[in-house]
């Protein structure tokens, strides 16, 4: 089996498959059918492929990352307004006042994926990820919970252990709780970044494979399509992603949205 570390065809799959599932999931647990009639992709996967899209058209050394992003996400995110964005960060992509709003909410982590694609080092991700996020989301838990994604995601990409990628997160992060999740009650619902990410990293520290992971984190419930999407980032870096599921994935999407993903895996290799 073909196996693809495809980082942001990984996130829009957890956001497609946990698309259908937020505040009701926890009732199917890990068994269900994982791509559905009712699932959609929604704003995780828009702006996962907008800060994909602003690498793309940034100069080489990423001097101009700021612009391009602020650019990218305003102009696809109006060309999908209804796909699920917060009020704030809607109100943010419609105003020609792009300044950000102390927001700690996790829709930077969710989109972060390309910073560890295009990235060189831990040092250069660190950077890179600053400026993603703080054109909107400039709240240290976001800020913290997005360089956390990074990090993990280009570490998975460079053959490192669940173990060491956990050890590197706890000793310069925080604590990624062991959350059981097959005891885990309907009530587990976080929209702040740092606690969504550690959601997301025991979801694919528990894991046995990507679809697992994916399972894992939609049965978490709460924010599913967030937490299933930063999940899939850091599943598909580490365990690639099955060719039968990437393409089932690629139906939900337009011409679009699938011309900036292909352009992006062409121009970075990143599979």
């Known amino acids: 089996m073909q196996l693809k ?4 065809l990984g996130a829009i799959i957890g956001d497609i498959s946990g698309s259908r599932f937020e505040l009701v999931n926890n009732k199917y647990g890990k068994e269900f059918e994982f791509f559905y009639k009712y699932c959609r992709y929604t704003d995780d ?7 994909a899209k602003a690498f793309l058209e940034a100069k080489n050394d990423y001097s101009d990352i700021e612009e391009k992003v602020i650019k990218s996400m305003t102009e696809v995110g109006r060309k999908y307004p209804n ?13 020609e006042n792009h300044k950000p709003y102390g927001s700690f909410g996790n ?3 969710m989109r972060i994926g390309a910073v560890s694609v295009v990235a060189k080092n831990i040092d250069e991700i660190k950077k890179l990820s600053a400026i993603v996020t703080n054109v909107s989301h400039n709240h240290p838990d976001s800020i913290n919970g997005s360089e956390t994604v990074a990090v993990a995601i280009h570490m998975a ?11 590197y997160i706890e000793t310069n992060y925080f604590k990624i709780d062991d959350l059981k999740i097959d005891t885990m009650k309907p009530q ?6 740092v606690e969504t990410v550690k959601q997301s990293l025991a979801a694919f520290l528990e894991s046995n494979d990507f679809e697992d992971a994916i399972r894992n984190a939609i049965a978490l419930g709460g924010d599913s399509d ?9 599943a598909s870096a580490y365990y690639g992603i099955p060719e039968d599921i990437c393409n089932n994935a690629l139906e939900y999407l337009d011409d679009y949205l699938i011309k900036i993903h292909d352009d992006f895996i062409k121009k970075y290799n990143s599979l």
Request: overall charge positive; charged content about 15%; hydrophobic content about 40%.
């Open 5 to 8: 570390k495809d980082v942001i």
């Open 45 to 51: 996967s828009v702006m996962t492929l907008a800060v």
């Open 83 to 95: 796909c699920g964005y917060g009020p704030s960060f809607y109100r943010w992509i419609i105003s």
């Open 107 to 109: 829709g930077s982590a």
């Open 157 to 167: 990409l460079n053959g490192k252990s669940k173990e060491e990628i956990k050890e």
């Open 188 to 193: 587990y619902f976080h929209i702040n970044c």
């Open 226 to 234: 967030t937490i299933a999407a930063i999940t899939g980032s850091i």
